[in-house]
């Protein structure tokens, strides 16, 4: 798989004369009247340029040795072997393109400390010779358009140890690992990115976008490891064939997040997870302890796994996808969950016995993914788990509980609007296996389970469940005492009851981050169709419900999806930075909004005026799928901005946020 980013052509910048630099320095010895009389000030910031010959510096820290606040550092291309220890704050160094200009740190390649507040490092790739990360940040730093490779660390942080604020953009980390102890499974956090979170005073927050992160690997987290008290936004990033892996076979309470393990609070958007993986718990995603919260939405997981099969002294290998043991709330949006596989919870694996949290799974669906053991789609062990407007299908489990495993012990697992058909368990439950769950709304049908219990076949059901009405259920028989509601559908062994629905199937064609999840759509005719009740207003896909499917009642179908649902409007989306009537904003910021349901593009307005804004537009995008944008252009100082996101969903339903605003610094 080939990870390298498209890269823009390099920025062409002015190389200034040696008197300029000669100039400051007579500034900065003799005061302004010199500077007055020279034609400069001492805020002006000048170019020093490198490269390998014919340039003023042919080493990279001879440049940041005598370089000021405000100054570029143009890096020519060629290869640089050396560490760069920057303590100057405001420095920028751009490189040649990352085909062209290379740094190979014996150590490290760069290490922004603590004093090099507010830098920036682009078109440039990075190498580490022997051990320590190819960046470690201090400070506040912005990387773009690079390529971290072959980077490693004794400890945390294979390719970037961060401490400080980071963004990165369009930035690939690749083949990155850690030379953890055989004797020490504390070590090892992060073989591409370690997260040094402050649980005390909170922070840092880093920022990913449009990167990739590929084959890197750790103990745990092998893309990235988040500590607690640190906050990490990610958009629009590909991770794959990362592994959180215990190569020395000694330590095996290890192997947990191949692509990402935090502890600290994370949000994911449009985000592609595939071919991860680890030794035990999340083979995509492990979310750990503590209460910080999760978002995940509108991505893909597929074909991640974890890499056992039976109990091991580390515990049950769980979660395929992703795997949840936090006391926090975990919600998971527009999200597609397929063909990955675990020992328990192929798709997604939640042990929350003691910590009793809660994961909402909404407008998702769980496919094709494999348990070795129990609960092929889904596999919960303490907490409470929801499944609303999702689908179920297609899933194993060896074991019990081809759709979804509740162990004993378990919280609720509540079904709302949901579809869950066609799984298949070598054991009992083709459809579902739990101590306590609910539906409503719901279609429960076309199951499979190889093992009977003493009142039927357990296809469809194996343990009761509590009925809130308005489900079809396939067979009852093998699901003990049910309280079913009149308005439920039922049938049983010897009179089944058909949903008659459509095949799986992705409405676009593809498997892809941002387009419409796994859905079985209703037949013409269907005992589902409008005779449903209490669903949300938007269906799986984000289109309109309840609309009239053919019998003349506008009701709401049975399940996850309409049928002949209208063109949907997306729900308003909210900001998330700059905040709405924040202040202190940096004059070219980064704007951030929160997707959501049925978004599939955005419009983005930046103007000096409320609506209408008129003349006063200073910046706008149209078109755009990503949920950030940064304007090209420098706003005024002590001035106040208005911002306004207009979502559309792919059938061209719109809706507009409310207007933010925010006064820059």
Not at 325 to 349: D, H, Q
Not at 419 to 429: R, S
Request: net charge negative.
């Amino acid at each position: 798989m080939n990870f390298h980013m498209p890269h823009p052509i390099r920025r062409q910048i002015h190389l200034f004369p040696v008197f300029l630099k000669f100039q400051r320095l007579l500034c900065l010895l003799f005061l302004s009247s010199v500077c007055i009389a020279l034609g400069g000030t001492m805020a002006g910031a000048v170019t020093l340029d490198v490269c390998p010959s014919a340039c003023t510096y042919s080493a990279i820290q001879a440049a940041v040795d005598v370089a000021a606040s405000g100054d570029v550092i143009d890096i020519g291309p060629g290869t640089y072997v050396e560490v760069v220890q920057v303590n100057i704050p405001n420095l920028s160094f751009v490189g040649a393109g990352s085909a062209s200009t290379i740094v190979e740190g014996p150590l490290s390649a760069f290490v922004f400390n603590a004093s090099a507040g507010d830098a920036s490092l682009n078109g440039v790739t990075l190498h580490s010779q022997v051990t320590g990360s190819c960046i470690q940040n201090y400070a506040d730093l912005v990387v773009r358009d690079s390529i971290l490779e072959n980077c490693s660390n004794d400890l945390n942080g294979g390719g970037i140890y961060t401490s400080g604020d980071l963004v990165l953009e369009r930035v690939t980390v690749l083949a990155s690992h850690l030379h953890y102890s055989q004797i020490n499974s504390i070590e090892g956090r992060g073989g591409g990115l370690f997260v040094d979170g402050n649980p005390i005073r909170g922070g840092p927050t880093v920022r990913i976008y449009d990167s990739a992160f590929g084959a890197n690997e750790a103990l745990y987290g092998g893309g990235i490891y988040i500590g607690s008290g640190a906050k990490v936004y990610i958009d629009g990033t590909i991770f794959s064939d990362n592994s959180a892996h215990d190569s020395t076979g000694l330590l095996p309470y290890t192997g947990r997040g191949g692509a990402i393990r935090t502890f600290g609070e994370l949000h994911v958007t449009n985000s592609t997870f595939f071919y991860n993986w680890a030794d035990l718990f999340g083979g995509a995603i492990a979310v750990n302890w503590g209460s910080a919260p999760v978002y995940i939405a509108t991505s893909v997981l597929f074909e991640n796994f974890t890499n056992g099969e039976t109990f091991t002294a580390g515990g049950l290998p769980s979660g395929g996808g992703l795997y949840v043991e936090s006391g926090g709330e975990v919600n998971v949006f527009g999200t597609e969950f397929y063909g990955n596989r675990s020992g328990y919870g192929g798709g997604i694996g939640v042990y929350n016995l003691l910590q009793q949290g809660t994961v909402n799974l909404v407008q998702g669906s769980l496919a094709y993914n494999t348990a070795d053991g129990d609960g092929g789609g889904l596999w919960v062990y303490g907490g409470n788990v929801t499944v609303n407007t999702s689908t179920v299908s297609l899933n194993l489990a060896k074991g019990n509980g081809g759709g979804a495993y509740g162990a004993y012990g378990s919280g609720i697992i509540d079904f709302k609007s949901s579809t869950i058909v066609d799984n298949l368990a070598y054991g009992t439950g083709g459809g579902l296996n739990a101590n306590s769950m609910s539906l409503r709304n719901s279609i429960l049908a076309r199951n499979n389970a190889s093992i009977a219990n003493a009142t039927g076949s357990t296809d469809d059901c194996n343990q009761s469940f509590d009925s809130r009405d308005h489900n079809l259920v396939g067979t009852v028989d093998g699901c003990g005492v049910l309280n079913l509601l009149p308005n439920d559908l039922s049938g049983t062994d010897t009179a089944l009851l058909d949903p008659q629905l459509g095949p799986l199937t992705d409405s676009d064609g593809g498997i892809e981050a941002g387009t419409y999840t796994h859905v079985h759509i209703p037949l013409t005719g269907s005992p589902l169709v409008d005779s449903g009740l209490r669903c949300a207003n938007l269906d799986q896909n984000g289109n309109r419900r309840p609309v009239d499917g053919g019998t003349g009642t506008r009701q709401c179908d049975r399940g996850a999806e309409e049928l002949n649902a209208g063109c949907g409007s997306p729900v308003p989306t909210t900001a998330l930075e700059p905040l709405d009537s924040g202040s202190n904003v940096a004059l070219q910021p980064l704007f951030v909004w929160e997707p959501k349901a049925g978004a599939n593009t955005y419009n983005v307005k930046l103007a000096t005026q409320p609506p209408p804004f008129g003349t006063s537009i200073v910046a706008e995008v149209s078109g755009i799928t990503a949920t950030h944008w940064k304007p090209e252009v420098t706003l005024l100082s002590n001035q106040v901005y208005y911002w306004q996101v207009r979502a559309f969903s792919l059938c061209g339903g719109t809706k507009k946020s409310e207007v933010f605003s925010f006064t820059t610094s």
